[in-house]
């Protein structure tokens, strides 16, 4: 996988340095970081407070500049497209946001608390979730149990009350088995409940983790194409989860993702990423309309999508 | 490493306990009635402890998917804490000192497992060699372990429990059963519980472990220490129950390396698979040598049976490793099926 090795290692020794820098945010949030002394400054910020909003990020890999003063805001409930060609930085970005890689420069304001690096073993806690753009299942659990860990964080029994069966571990058990049968059946899912993850096919896969990320019904949700590598049909599918899941769990979602014309129907706000700067920020029709969007990635990738809608009416 | 289990057969099956119900009942009911003290002295008691560390290999190994190469260390730990405790602690039952030898076993695993944080695979594997050799090279270097014995060979203590002599070869084995089975429930329990699952996550994806919550670091170092108190215990019934004797030599890296081809055989990431193990293990230089005996008669001695089954061994695991991965009870869960079906069918 490409977030191994120097990432992890840069994610331990990393130290979190989260600041407070908007207003607006619950309670329960707040008081956890001030509890630990973590907050330390307040900024007025006017009109309705973002969600996720990065600012200034800067991130790059030896001589490879991956990401380069990003800024972008991300409002409460709205569906977010990052496009941009291939090693654009729109992994980086996700990989910022989720906290698996720390930035050279900049900030993320998650709920209004800022951090150099977002602390990845608490993300679930700050009610984020992400799905990766390989693979990341757990090929030798269930599919329940997949699903089931995306409830990993809020287990409290431990292990020898497990092992013995006594205390919370049985409650616990029972109701995340009950939540993730929930999410399997709203992702149309129930049918391979128990088979091992890794043993689906490759669309199944990817909507196994969009399960385990949903399952903690979490406020922010990240995408890293989720639909990357499915036919026309499993892709329009995918975007109807997605949308689905939005207005269910009122979600926020990040999502990346290739296919233009999919992007441009799902998304309310679309940045554009190249060569790790963003060189667009807007509507999709104004996206889809602007010249240098046009000029840097969409004359390649509107063949893909007349490709695409080929395949999807061949596959009909 | 791939370690994943075998799909459940679609086949009807009885109820998971009934097998190891079964199996439990023959050991204790009938196994002592007809075993000759050959099959206890050279067969099961060389056969359970093997298979209590396969356990305790496996949580780690094949479950958390941390490689060590330590586990004759831990196994030794276990021996010669255990006999400390008996012969220094006035008036602590055996089975206390079989605990708090599992106890110190742990932590030593605690401490060897702290550079799985940051090292993985091969490296790891390298760095648990310091486990083997630390602990071989304290037990040898400081003779209070041994009681300031000349030679370092200390004798176990008497087995028994709340005053019942188990000294007999099939004392010893109940004695030795009945701490394998209680300690493979446990871990049976432990690998089906939340734990048992976060060890599995952490194996196959760490970094999407970590982003779910699940708390990596604790549950690396919680996978050392209970598979170094298994470990550790199985050192105890090897010593004790076993070879009757403990000495520091007998825990070496040939040992470790053992236990290792034990789960690779048998099955990574199964329970099952460590019995399966350390039986091939335990039973194949005996096969081979009344094999080679017969065949080519005094040509084959010591010498020869040693290194032929070097290399039978060594072929025997390249073979598993790309025809098998999963081991031997994977290829058994197959054989079943197929006969299940074929009964069926009929
Ligand atoms: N862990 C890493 N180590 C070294 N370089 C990296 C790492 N992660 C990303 N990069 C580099 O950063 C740049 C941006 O990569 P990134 O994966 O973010 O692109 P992307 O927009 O997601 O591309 P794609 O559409 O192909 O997924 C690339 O040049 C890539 O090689
Ligand atoms: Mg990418």
Redesign the pocket.
Known sequence: M??????LGLMEASVYAPEVFARGLPASLLSGEQAEGRAVSVEPVAGPAPLLSLQGIG?S??G????ADIDLSVNPGEIRAII????????????VISGV?RPDRGHIGLHGIGYAQVPTQRLARLGVARTF?NLALFKGLSVLDNVAAGLAYKVRSNFAGQVLGIGRSREERRDSLNRADQILDFLDLAAVRDRLAGTLPYGLQKRVELARALVAEPRLLLL??PMAGMTANEKSEMAAFVRAARDRFATTVVL?E?DVGVVMGLSDRIAV?DY?RKIADATPDEVRNDPRVIDAYLGVASDNEALSRNEGRAGI | MAAIPAEFSSAPVLPKWVVPVLLLAFAYGVVPLIGSSYLFEAILLPFLALSLAGVGLNILTGYAGQVSLGSAAFMAAGAFAAYNFNLRVEGLPLIGSIFLAGIVAAAIGIVFGLPSLRLRGFYLAVSTLAAQFFVQWALTKFSWFSNDSASGVIDAPRLSISGFALDGAVGRYFFALTIVAVLTFLAHRLVSSQTGRNLIAVRDNETAARIIGIPVLKTKLLAFAISSFIIGVAGVIWAFAYLRTVEPAGFNLDRSFQILFIIIIGGLASIRGAFFGAALIVVFPLALSRLGGFLLGDVFDSGVLDMSQRIVLGALIILFLILEPDGLVALWDRIRRRLLLAWQTT
């Open positions: 490409a977030l191994s090795g120097s990432a991130l890999f030896g490879v500049v991956a990401l941009g060609p291939n090693g654009a930085g729109k992994s980086s970005l996700i990989n890689y753009q890293d194409e990346i290739h990423l790790g």
